[in-house]
């Protein structure tokens, strides 16, 4: 029953804290009266009135408000917010505030104020002076020194931007072009080849029309698919691009390449119509695995030299230590001129 009672007394906790012990006659500070409760307990605190005396001789200046903030631990703390002021040089006793939580009371500690007056020259009360003429003060070379000082800042920085940007203007800046080149696609590249070869007619050497013929086949697939063609043999080639490749087409070339590896190393004869033949089957390989909408232009950036990165470089250093001088400069004759106004006013 002993802990229960204890339990049940320390889920409410009522405090009463002041900001200021101390202060002048006439000045305010404020009282703060609060209870930790649990969610869903009713809070009454004590009904005060603006110039209600809480105290003797201490009284409420406004009406006084509460305000709500979250605590630890599930429990909600309820303020109630007082401001007072005092009129006489003494040491007030607060008494205990009287806080109801849930019909029950609970009594806040008991608090001090002590409240200060003005010194005040009792001895003489009648020795009072009157305002003063406008005084002709001498001229002094310190008020002035620091402001000369500034506006001599002020021009040299304004000359060094005018020399940074002499110094702009005498040199040229780089211009840089960006260029646009023509783009073959590799299709059109592998046809071109091919019509050469066309046109040059079957060589006497049937070795070197395959060879060159085999070579152009071996760059376009190197171009199209992405792989070291010119490195690899025809059975390679041909294992790769039956990956992606429609397997008649690769029946095809592969008849090609075998044709082409016979006479290069074996000394193979070959007939007119079947060079005929092994031509449009290349010309049809291209045509069946050309990529479309390739582009046919590129954006060539211009290349700068370490030298003309220096050039540049010196040239934004410049721009950017005109600005810091503008800026800087601006701000001296402004901060001179503010001082000549306010001496002059």
Request: include cysteine; glycine fraction near 4%.
């Amino acid at each position: 029953m002993l802990l229960m009672t204890f339990s049940a007394k320390a889920d409410v906790i009522v405090e009463s804290v002041i900001d200021s012990v101390q202060m002048v006659v006439g000045e305010q500070t404020s009282l703060h009266v609060s209870a930790t409760i649990k969610p869903g307990q009713k809070v009454q605190f004590m009904p005060f009135k603006p110039q209600q005396m809480i105290a003797p001789g201490i009284e409420i200046v406004n009406i006084p408000y509460t305000d709500t903030v979250d605590a630890d631990d599930g429990f909600i703390k309820v303020t109630q917010h007082l401001t007072l002021t005092a009129f006489e040089d003494t040491l007030y006793y607060i008494p205990a505030m009287k806080v109801k939580v849930d019909g029950k009371d609970y009594n806040t500690k008991n608090l001090a104020l002590k409240v200060l007056t003005i010194d005040v020259d009792t001895l003489h009360p009648n020795q009072f002076y009157g305002p003063k003429d406008v005084q002709d003060n001498p001229f002094k070379w310190s008020e002035w020194e620091h402001l000369l000082l500034m506006a001599v800042l002020a021009m040299v920085l304004y000359v060094l931007c005018w020399l940074a940007y002499l110094r702009l203007k005498s040199n040229k800046p780089i211009q840089l072009k960006v260029r646009i080149r023509k783009i073959i696609p590799p299709h059109q590249r592998a046809l071109n080849a091919i019509d050469e070869i066309k046109t040059g007619g079957m060589p006497s050497d049937e070795k070197m029309y395959y060879t060159q013929l085999t070579d152009t086949l071996r760059k376009y697939i190197e171009e199209r698919f992405g792989f070291s063609a010119m490195e690899m043999t025809s059975a390679e080639i041909i294992g790769r691009l039956k990956e992606v490749g429609d397997q008649e087409k690769l029946q095809e070339l592969t008849m090609l390449f075998e044709t082409a590896d016979l006479v290069k190393f074996a000394k193979y004869t070959v007939g007119m119509s079947e060079n005929d033949r092994n031509l449009v089957s290349a010309v049809d390989f291209i045509n069946n695995t050309k990529q479309e909408n390739v582009p046919t232009e590129e954006r060539v950036e211009p290349t700068v030299t370490e030298q003309q990165r220096q050039t540049i470089r010196m040239r934004i250093s410049l721009k950017w230590a005109m600005v810091i001088l503008i800026v800087a400069a601006t701000a001296l004759v402004t901060y001179v001129c503010w001082n000549l106004w306010e001496i002059k006013s």
